[in-house]
Each structure stands twice: as structure tokens, then as C-alpha cells.
């Protein structure tokens, strides 16, 4: 990871000179990530209804698509387009469950633990079912919900998980801050991203590319 961090450093300058070159305009704010910045434009496009399309291979922009906002992602032989007319596809949950169904996983590369025992198949069962993990604490608070973790072969492999995710309020308190970590949406970011947000406003430059290209050894 140092040793990543390191080449990633020095190459970001040039990256960023290249692009101002080629005239892309970036967006850049101190304390959030792409994924923040990118939530914060969907939010601000859907405002004015605009149609967005976003360009990422993140598994955890798939959240972002809705009837205005798709995700095109570039995997060479297997590029696509997910949308709300084939997200179904890719996963047979809403945007809002995929949320639950990653804060249930968890997702080492950004420190979210999940909850253990609750895996794959076991998260989309559980919101295939109940719709949401609320629903699902307050169905088995209330009712047991005994008959259908029995009907279920899937969730009834994970019964002491489930029991624990709706019963212990430390399984409970996590798996809130789970979602809250991976909601890329929360409007909570809109007023200091916008206050500590900067952006370039290039100007296309040949010249300045080749240079930057030759400085690189890149012909």
C-alpha cells in the first residue's frame, strides 16, 4: 500500500496537467472522495431532471442509477450500460436494498466489517422477503417470523445470524453505521462539498500535451 500510494503521487500532477490539456474539467474538494463528489452531482442534476450518465467500474456507484441516472462501465469485451430498465439484471434488488445488501456484506477496501454470518445469498433473501432490514427486525421482533426462516432454505442456514442481526443491539447499531458509510447519497454532503469544492476550467493545449507526454517518456 506505501509503495502504491507513493507512484500514485507522483503521477497524479501529470495526470492532472494532461486532462486540463486535453480540456476535461475536474472537480476536486479536501475531504470527500469521487464517490461523495459524483453523489453530490446526481443529486444536483436530479434538481433540474437532467439525464446523467457516470463512468466508473465501482461496484458501489451502482446505487446512483435510477430513471435519469445510469452507470456506464468500461471492462473491455463486457462494457455496459446499467439502468433502471435492466438493473434487475445485475442484481434482483432495488438501488435502496443494494445499499442494505452491501452494508450487510460489508466492503473491506473502505473498512465497512458487515455483519458476520449474513452473506451473499443470505442479504438478498433477507430483502427479497422483507424488503428492508427494518422490516425485517420488526417482523422478528414481533412476530418470530419462525415459519418463514423454516420455508427458506437459504435463510434457514443463517438462522443464529439473523436472530443476532434483529436481536443485539450492537448487530443493530452496526449495521446502521454500515449504510450510513455506504449512502452515497446523503444529502448531508451537499452544503460543505459545495463550500470546499474547487474545479479547473481548462483550456485545450496540443502543445501542452505533447510536452507533458515527452516529459513522461510517452511518444
Not at 29 to 46: C, K, N, P, W
Amino acid at each position: 500500500d506505501i509503495e502504491i500510494d507513493k507512484h500514485y503521487n507522483i503521477q497524479m500532477p501529470y495526470i492532472k496537467n494532461m486532462l486540463d490539456a486535453l480540456g476535461v474539467r475536474q472537480y476536486c474538494a479536501s475531504d470527500f472522495e469521487a464517490d461523495d463528489i459524483a453523489g453530490y452531482f446526481v443529486r444536483r442534476g436530479a434538481k433540474d431532471n437532467r439525464k446523467i450518465m457516470l463512468i466508473s467500474n465501482d461496484h458501489d456507484w451502482r446505487q446512483y442509477v435510477d430513471e435519469n441516472t445510469s452507470v456506464f462501465s468500461p471492462k473491455g469485451s463486457n462494457t455496459h450500460i446499467l439502468d433502471h430498465t435492466n438493473f434487475s439484471d445485475y442484481i434482483n434488488l432495488t438501488t435502496r436494498q443494494f445499499i442494505q445488501y452491501k452494508a450487510l456484506l460489508g466492503d473491506s477496501s473502505d473498512n465497512i466489517p458487515g455483519i458476520k454470518g449474513i452473506g451473499h445469498k443470505t442479504s438478498i433473501a433477507l430483502l427479497q422477503e422483507f424488503q428492508s432490514v427494518e422490516n425485517l427486525i420488526k417482523e422478528y421482533t414481533s412476530n418470530g417470523i419462525t415459519e418463514v426462516l423454516q420455508q427458506n432454505v437459504v435463510l434457514k442456514r443463517a438462522r443464529n445470524d439473523i436472530a443476532a442481526l434483529c436481536m443485539n443491539p450492537e448487530t443493530i447499531a452496526n449495521f446502521h453505521l454500515n449504510v450510513k458509510m455506504m449512502d452515497l447519497l446523503r444529502s448531508e454532503y451537499d452544503s460543505d462539498m459545495a463550500k470546499n469544492m474547487t474545479y479547473t476550467t481548462p483550456k485545450i493545449s496540443k502543445n501542452a500535451f505533447v510536452n507533458i507526454m515527452s516529459e513522461v517518456g510517452l511518444t
